[in-house]
């Protein structure tokens, strides 16, 4: 009994040590860039712990709100608001900040399709930590957040004229953005000087050679 204790406590021991020597050395020597995906069992560790969390704590309601024209308008107004920077217009998953971003921007029209209702609401209300997916619940009426559900759902099925409607909008804006850069380059075409603090250990002739 005595020997028994003595090598769970060993065990112990050790694996204290590994966590250690895990924490402060290993991990922080990984790729933890945006730009760079992680391995696979990163990936896969993480992917089980977020899916598991959502399906744990998400409500089973069904959206409340029925999807008529006037509530999928309202829906897309407050997509186009708070989400289209990362997502798209269309939910295609091209952000519009033209940045890298891991775990990579979810494709709305994807696989994000197969969360239920009550699973999408959770994930926008409360957002998931270390993604960029910011959470809306505390600031946010929850028709708000139906409404979006419902514009998301959309997503997935929209009308060729739909779709050509929203691509023109992507096009004008994208246009809009340009010339707005073009104008603050006219306006301010050089960049300004900037003026380099003084070595202290130099004396106050450094300052004008």
């Keep these: 009994m005595k020997k028994a204790s003595f090598n ?79 997502h798209g217009l269309t939910g295609n998953g091209e952000n519009r900040l033209e940045a890298d971003f891991y775990p990579p921007v979810a494709k709305l029209t994807g696989d994000t399709q197969k969360w239920s209702d009550g699973e999408l609401y959770f994930i926008i209300a409360n957002g998931l930590r270390m993604t960029g997916m910011p959470g809306f619940g505390k600031k946010h009426d929850p028709k708000e957040i139906w409404g979006m559900i419902l514009w998301v759902r959309h997503l997935a099925q929209l009308s060729p004229q739909e779709k050509s409607a929203i691509e023109s909008v992507m096009h004008m804006t994208t246009e809009q953005h340009e010339k707005m850069m073009r104008m603050m380059h006219m306006s301010n075409p050089e960049p300004p000087k900037i003026r380099h603090p003084r070595n202290p250990k130099q004396g106050p002739e450094a300052e004008h050679r």
């Design 8 to 86: 769970i406590a060993i065990l112990i021991v050790l694996a204290a040590i590994g966590g250690a020597i895990a924490l402060f050395f290993v991990l922080p020597s990984m790729n933890w860039s945006a730009t760079r995906g992680p391995g696979q069992i990163e990936s896969t560790l993480a992917g089980y712990i977020i899916s598991n969390w959502i399906r744990r704590n998400a409500g089973e309601q069904r959206n409340p709100f029925r999807p008529t024209p006037e509530n999928l308008n309202a829906g897309q107004g407050d997509f186009d608001e708070h989400c289209s920077g990362c």
